[in-house]
């Protein structure tokens, strides 16, 4: 095991906006800056949030809103100061951590 560490997910709508851009891709570059770890961002097939609205990425009824979720890790050292600013910036949606264990990671290991 390599260690403790924390995983931050944040569950947004693809067309929420952030200063211009798509605020999924405004906070990868963001998290990027600030030296976070890891970042990967996951576009849902079908889902709906806190307003029960389904958006769907079936053919027949095409959404241009269909569920986004970050997943952010690294240590809660790094992640933890970031929240509040996080929240701040998803006015809708869900944002949630959970300590996790890495047991491997992409780089090789002496």
């Given at each position: 095991m390599l260690g403790k560490a924390k995983l931050l997910k944040v569950y947004l709508g693809e067309s929420e906006r952030y200063k211009n851009k798509p605020l999924y891709q405004y906070l990868v570059h963001w998290l990027k800056e600030k030296g976070i770890?890891?970042?990967?961002?996951?576009r849902g097939i079908e889902g709906y949030g806190a307003d029960k609205v389904l958006h769907t990425a079936r053919f027949l009824e095409l959404s241009s809103?269909?569920?986004?979720?970050?997943?952010?890790v690294d240590v809660a050292e790094k992640i933890d100061p970031l929240i509040p600013e996080i929240c701040a910036m998803v006015p809708k949606g869900l944002v949630f951590g959970i300590d996790i264990n890495v047991y491997k990671h992409g780089k090789e290991q002496p």
């Open positions: 770890g890891g970042v990967t961002v996951n809103d269909l569920p986004m979720i970050l997943e952010i």
